[in-house]
């Protein structure tokens, strides 16, 4: 595998979209880094590599606008919130389910259905088959899901799926990774019921804090959270690094 700095290389990425796709991820402490990665960058044998840093190092773009070989796209604003539990009651209108009623294997399915039209970083990119993009969610969904120390949490309407939320509990926090509400039940609640589940679920498992983010556009489901007493702890900044190539015309055959 290569290491350019703190490039990794993303092989589900890759084999979606037949290319070399490498990431980065900077948290807050890692801006002496920054350098190393845009001194190396031009090494780099990937087609795509796809940055993440937070947002207030803004003279971060300008300097990769600058890397030879790249295209540098910007492709989104990543907002974190966190629900700490106050101990106030909690209230879901819906049957809810885990794991015993929603197989890890049936996840990716409802996670493509949910995730079809979702815009995010991937949609910036002309580059990239946003027909695949979904799919991709899916496979990130199954993944986590079928690890036994995740958690998987539902609501149900009319015996059925309404909403879905895929949580990774392995860390400090509880961390939603995905989380939303298939096509046919949108618009009477269902998305609220669905976070206030996974709120009562990490209740349940003595858990106090709750971690999830979305793309800055996406206004209605922060509304939500803050509704719910969510509050916004960080946002980061979501770059394109594409590979310049020369583009030749189809020559016209008689």
């Known amino acids: ?20 796709v490498g990431r ?7 801006a002496a880094l920054i350098d190393g990665l845009v001194a190396e960058l031009p090494a780099s044998r990937h087609d795509l590599i796809i940055l993440r840093y937070p947002a207030r190092w803004v003279e971060v773009f300008d300097r990769l606008t600058r890397v030879g070989g790249y295209r540098c796209i910007f492709a989104d604003t990543l907002l974190y919130f966190e629900w700490t539990d106050s101990g106030e009651p909690l209230e879901c209108s819906r049957p809810t389910a885990g794991a015993e009623r929603v197989a890890a294997e049936a996840v990716g399915g409802l996670i ?51 909403g879905l939320a895929v949580v990774d509990t392995c860390g400090d926090e ?8 298939r096509p046919d039940a949108r618009g ?33 489901v922060m509304r939500t959270w803050e509704r719910l007493g969510w509050r916004i702890t960080g946002a980061f900044v ?17």
Do not use: K
């Open 112 to 162: 493509e259905e949910i995730f079809a039209d979702y815009t995010n970083h991937y949609s910036a990119n002309p580059q990239l088959d946003r027909g695949l993009v979904a799919a991709g969610y899916a496979e990130w969904a199954t993944g986590v899901a079928l690890d036994p120390r995740n958690e998987v949490v539902a609501v149900m309407e009319d015996g059925d799926v309404a």
């Open 188 to 220: 009477r609640g269902a998305y609220g019921d669905l976070i206030v589940a996974a709120m009562e679920r990490a209740r349940s498992h003595g858990r106090s804090a709750v971690r999830i983010s979305t793309q800055s556009h996406h206004a209605q």
């Open 1 to 20: 595998m290569e290491r350019l700095g703190v490039i990794r290389e993303s092989e589900s990425e890759s084999n979606r979209f037949a290319c070399s």
């Open 174 to 181: 509880w961390d939603i990774v995905l989380a939303g509400v």
């Open 238 to 254: 979501t770059v394109h690094l594409q590979r310049d190539r020369q583009v030749t015309a189809p020559v016209d055959t008689p």
């Open 24 to 30: 980065v991820a900077l948290g807050t402490r890692d």
